[in-house]
């Protein structure tokens, strides 16, 4: 379990010195105010107001009198306070002038004090029980300026390499950190020196903070765990305050691994960033961060690590050699890779002995490690809900559909008119895909909604992993797009807006064929449209445009529109040549609503052309 690395707190320490310094405040300000009310007397003047009827009532002790004036007009004195003498005489002039009076007892020195040790005893003793049952959020009040980060004990940390697979090219970099945390003189023998800091970098769900723990694991060394944003506060200094505590703590745990998790909270890029408020604050904390490392000693065996999704937001003086000097790329596994992590996952659940991971492997192609683990989990909840006792094939399949297309909406009634056009639309993509024999094979085709806005889908899963696009396949791929739509023109001779969203793809492609591949004769090889982040190709990345003159544009927007039409006459010319295939299949996919991966291959052996 993960230990807080903050201090064991004192007994009531922070309470005692809150409680006197508001104490001391009261108190100064309980007496600047009394001044204004109490007058200083000498003894003769308080017998001669006495005497003149001025005197309402009147407390007498060992060594003072006090009292309040009869009328006390606004912007005089209240009350006086005078040292009494010995005056036998007082008591009977007091009586005579009819003056309430009365005795005090006065405390002793040592009484006031034992008094006061009793009431911040008792107090203390109040704090730390309640301090104990608050929540940890009123509890920091307390310790803003203490790092957040989480300490794993050696013996704590169960994850090894053992449990990491598909990674192998940087789980044999990290090997090397682990080997000089264990042994560091068989690296600085030659005068080399282990690296100051190693940067895990990848998009997200490929194992960095597994990996990360993993290599505590082998190194059997304590292990700091902290995010970015936890680093970043509103009040200036604390974020900076921070660091400090936690790089000191590291120092004083040596050996151990330091893993900063999101840095790109912490480390985003300060140029351009002019204001006040939360950029300071970041500035300052980043600022701090670059300090603690540039005066930190990679001998002392301390090893910083970092993970990110976002390395182009970071500031170049954060990534420099001699801070992180190691940079380790991830990416999603390969389908060997794939398979690997499965096997890894599989023994947490009751597997049929006849899974072919591979096949499953194969049909998962961009999956990220955490796709595979959910892919594995939810394989499992299909299998229960269906009442087996074993994980079987089919529900890796209808796993991968839920987290490809979204959950089935049985539910959502159709008329028999859409049903039968959703039913020629997706049996158009699949036809295409067959006759032009593209990369991805068609695996299921199915007219049940699913998700947000799928009325039916067709699911093609490459058969290989690749890493280049060839023109003709892309065009290919803009074909098999417009197959929907081409088979609604030919069949209704009337269209629908279903293939918006594959109009929308289609026209992303051709325009990257023109724009950014150089695949346009008439555009030439210039690049207009740049990908600021390809390595990591999340989905909601922003192309940056380049500038360029109207006729450019307007020769663009006509090789686009060119290279959507040629596809789309491609893909009606391949459906007037397959009508026995698809009015074959419209009939089963309308009476099963599904269509697998192996009756599709059958009819298209019978009909397909």
Not at 3 to 17: A, D, H, K, Q, S
Not at 515 to 524: A, I, L
């Amino acid at each position: 379990m993960p230990t807080e690395t903050r201090p064991p707190r004192g007994f009531g320490g922070n309470f005692i010195i809150i409680f006197l310094v508001v104490t001391a405040i009261f108190y100064l300000y309980e007496y600047f105010n009394a001044r204004k009310y109490v007058e200083t007397l000498p003894y003769s003047q308080f017998i001669a107001n006495v005497n003149e009827g001025k005197v309402k009532e009147v407390i007498i002790s060992d060594t003072k009198i006090t009292g309040e004036f009869t009328d006390s007009k606004e912007n005089k004195a209240h009350f006086f306070l005078t040292v009494p003498v010995k005056d036998e005489h007082l008591i009977e002039t007091l009586q005579a002038k009819n003056v309430t009076f009365q005795g005090e007892v006065a405390s002793s020195f040592w009484g006031n004090i034992l008094s006061w040790i009793f009431l911040i005893y008792i107090l203390s003793l109040l704090w730390s029980l309640f301090s104990h049952k608050m929540p940890s959020g009123m509890q920091g009040i307390f310790s803003m300026t203490k790092s957040k980060a989480k300490v794993f004990v050696e013996k704590d940390i169960k994850t090894t390499f053992n449990d990491v697979a598909g990674i192998e090219d940087a789980k044999d970099e990290l090997k090397e950190i682990v080997q000089f945390l264990s042994n560091p003189k068989q690296f600085t023998r030659l005068g080399g020196r282990a690296p100051k800091g190693v940067l895990l970098v990848g998009p997200p769900g490929t194992g960095k903070t597994l990996l990360a723990r993993a290599l505590a694991g082998e190194a059997k060394v304590l292990f700091f765990s902290i995010n970015g944003s936890e680093f970043v506060e509103l009040y200036v200094g604390l974020g900076a305050a921070r660091v400090r505590d936690l790089f000191e703590q590291a120092r004083k745990a040596a050996p151990c691994i330091l893993f900063i998790d999101e840095i790109d909270a912490l480390g985003k890029s300060r140029m351009g960033h002019i204001g006040l408020g939360a950029n300071d604050e970041k500035e300052q904390t980043l600022n701090q961060l670059l300090a603690e490392m540039d005066g930190f000693d990679a001998s002392t065996g301390v090893i910083i690590l970092a993970a990110t999704n976002r390395p182009e937001v970071l500031d170049p003086a954060l990534v420099r050699s001699g801070r992180f000097d190691r940079q380790i790329l991830l990416h999603n596994p390969d389908q060997i890779g794939r398979e690997q992590i499965l096997k890894v996952h599989i023994q947490k659940i009751k597997a049929s002995p006849t899974l072919d991971l591979q096949k499953v492997a194969s049909i998962t192609s961009g999956f990220s490690g955490a796709d595979l683990a959910n892919l594995v989990n939810e394989a499992a909840i299909v299998a229960t809900r269906r009442g087996s006792k074993e994980v079987e094939e089919q529900d890796f399949s209808l796993a991968m559909e839920r987290i490809v297309a979204g959950p089935e909406q049985k539910k959502k009634c159709m008329n028999a008119d859409e049903k039968k056009r959703i039913a020629y639309h997706e049996l158009g993509h699949a036809t295409v895909s067959l006759s032009l024999k593209t990369q991805d094979k068609v695996h299921k085709v199915s007219i049940i909604p699913r998700g947000m806005g799928a009325l039916g889908y067709t699911i093609q899963r490459p058969m290989e992993d690749r890493y280049l696009a060839i023109q003709d396949d892309i065009l290919k791929k803009i074909c098999v797009l417009l197959g929907g739509r081409a088979s609604e023109k030919i069949y209704f001779n009337n269209i629908s807006t279903g293939a918006a969203d594959d109009l929308s793809k289609a026209t992303n492609i051709a325009r990257a064929m023109v724009t950014q591949y150089g695949m346009s004769e008439k555009v030439g090889l210039a690049i207009f449209d740049e990908q600021p982040a390809p390595m990591l190709n999340t989905p909601y990345q922003q192309y940056v445009t380049r500038p360029k003159s109207e006729m450019t544009s307007q020769f663009i927007d006509q090789e686009v529109r060119a290279i959507l039409d040629h596809c789309f006459k491609q893909a009606e010319h391949v459906l007037e040549l397959n009508k026995n295939f698809i009015n074959e299949e419209v009939v089963l996919l309308l009476k099963s609503e599904t269509l697998n991966e192996s009756e599709i291959a059958n009819a298209w052996k019978k009909y397909g052309v």
